[in-house]
Structure formats: C-alpha cells, structure tokens
C-alpha cells in the first residue's frame, strides 16, 4: 500500500512539472543566465598624436567584449560609463562639463552579450571640453559599470560590476 501511494506520488509530481515546461517554456530560462560572465574593456583611439588647439578633438572606441561561456546582460553605455585622462604625472587631465545624467532602465534597455560577441561605444574627448593644453604625453581609458539602482525597472538578471579598460596614449604637439 505504500509503494502504491508513493507511485501516486511521483507520477502526481511528474505529471505536474511536465505541464508546467508545457505552459511555461520559455518564461523561467529568461531568469537564468545574465548575472555571472566574463569581460574585458579595450579602448582604441583614431589619432595617437595631435596638434594643440581648442577646435581639436579625438574619437577613443570602448569596446565591450564577453570572453565567458555564458550570454552576459548589461546596461547601456550611454549613461554607465566614465571617461578618465591623465597626464603624464598620473593626475587627471580637468573636465569641463558633464558626462550624463541618472536614467531609468528597465528590462527592455538591457543588452545581451553573447559569448565572443562585443559592443562598442564611442566617445570624443573635446579639447573644449578636457584641458589638454599641455604639450607632451597623455593617457586616457574609461571606466564601465552596471549596477541596479532602486529607481530601475529591471527584473531579469544583469552582470553587475565595474571595469577599467586598457589605457591608450596620446601625444599633443605644437601646431
């Protein structure tokens, strides 16, 4: 009588989690992978020697690249980022302005990064706007983060984390 009821059991236990990947197929794996990856941040920069000028600018390419296993879901650059430049001392060259605002994400904004695949985000460094009116040797890299905030609309699992990328350098010469 035993055997029986625990038989009952077992095919009640099975026949209830069957229909649940029936109804539910796609719904809970959405909630599985995203938190946890691997990557890296490479900056590339289009001009590695400059002339001095206020009207002068350069363009530095983050790129964002999962070198893990797993697809890996992460917030936008456009607010998630910071650009840093440093003269040759190691102090950091002064920035006249802002680099963004707070914004609301939900889970529509996410980006999924495929094992292998890369973003990438493009930032230009304004002479206007970064004081490189030092000649000689500079560097500059960025740094991106991605972390929830109690103002997110964000239900799915996200990497949260910071990331400093490589650095690139820059010479400013005299025009």
């Not at 530095?60 to 650009?83: C, D, E, H, M, Q």
């Amino acid at each position: 009588m035993d055997m029986t009821r625990e038989r009952k059991l077992i095919i009640t236990v099975v026949s209830v989690t069957i229909s649940l990947i029936v109804i539910f197929p796609l719904d809970g794996y959405k909630y599985t992978y995203g938190w946890y990856g691997e990557l890296e941040l490479q900056i590339y920069i289009d001009d590695t020697v400059l002339t001095l000028g206020l009207d002068n600018s350069f363009n530095a390419t983050y790129v964002l690249k999962n070198i893990g296993k797993t697809t890996v879901r992460v917030l936008p650059f456009s607010v998630n980022f910071s650009p840093h430049a440093y003269y040759p001392n190691g102090s950091a060259v002064r920035f006249n302005g802002s680099i963004g605002g707070a914004a609301i994400f939900t889970d529509h904004d996410l980006i999924e990064i495929h094992p292998g695949k890369k973003i990438q985000y493009c930032y230009q460094f304004s002479f206007l706007r970064w004081d490189f009116s030092t000649l000689g040797n500079y560097s500059v890299d960025g740094v991106y983060f991605s972390h929830r905030s109690n103002r997110d609309s964000i239900t799915l699992p996200i990497w949260e984390g910071r990331l400093t990328s490589s650095s690139a350098d820059l010479r400013i010469e005299a025009p």
